[in-house]
């Protein structure tokens, strides 16, 4: 099945330190996600990417899809102790299922104040 | 706008014991629905998808299944939980694109 890598696992920083994280595919994606999830609480959609090379902001976010079209970056810009939480990247392969998505398997980031 | 409800929100259960979770969408028409379990560990695993009435695809087989007697609503049961079958449970649907979660249920089998 569809896998993707998603890095690093977790990180611990300052506030206001500016935060990268990425996922990686063994296959081509025609989308990527990337979503939020505070403790306890579903994950929540971030940032969309449809198109290769695509480079799309959400506030002090900003999400690329790469141009190889097997990787996506996601980075925070200026962390505040509210981006605490955990963050997965998704994809919709080009070859898969139209119904279903493949997760990575989080960033937990830690913002110390 | 479109909202997506789970009930309860938590629920601890003994083992053996039968399980109903619901989940059901407004603000949507036909939309595909999932249902997920996330385990400590932090991963997705996505346990049933649904393109329509009456139609429920399994992923991983187990103790577990999956219904939608209604075009916004998906109820995952289960006849007699397993210790295993704790976890947090997301109800998801999608327009296609883009996929949006529900606030999931928190499942304790004690």
């Known amino acids: 099945g569809q896998q993707l890598n998603q890095s690093p696992q977790s990180m611990f920083i300052q506030e206001g330190e500016d935060v990268s994280m990425n996922c990686t595919s063994s296959?081509?994606?025609?989308?990527w996600l990337w979503y939020k999830q505070d403790p306890g609480e579903g994950p929540v959609l971030l940032i969309a990417?449809?198109?290769?090379?695509e480079l799309t902001s959400n506030g002090r976010l900003t999400a690329q899809f790469g141009i190889t079209r097997k990787d996506s970056f996601l980075n925070i810009s200026a962390s505040i102790p509210s981006d605490v939480g955990i963050y997965f990247c998704?994809?919709?392969?080009?070859?898969?299922?139209?119904?279903?998505?493949?997760f990575g398997k989080g960033t937990l980031l830690t913002v110390n104040p | 706008s479109q909202t997506i409800h789970q009930w309860p929100a938590t629920l601890v259960q003994p083992v053996g014991s039968p399980l109903s979770l619901e989940c059901t969408v407004e603000?949507?028409?036909?939309?595909?629905l999932y249902w997920y379990r996330q385990a400590a560990g932090r991963g997705l695993q996505l346990l049933f998808y649904s393109v329509g009435i009456g139609q429920i695809s399994s992923e991983v087989p187990q103790n577990l299944s999956a219904s939608r007697p209604q075009d916004r609503q998906f109820i995952l049961s289960s006849k007699k939980l397993l210790l295993s079958d704790s976890g947090f449970y997301l109800c998801?649907?999608?327009?296609?694109?883009?996929?949006?979660f529900g606030p999931g249920t928190r499942l304790t089998v004690l």
């Open positions: 998801a649907w999608t327009d296609y694109n883009e996929q949006f």
């Open positions: 603000g949507t028409s036909n939309p595909n």
């Open positions: 990417l449809y198109k290769a090379g």
């Open positions: 998704a994809g919709r392969s080009s070859g898969g299922s139209n119904y279903k998505l493949t």
């Open positions: 296959s081509i994606f025609n989308t």
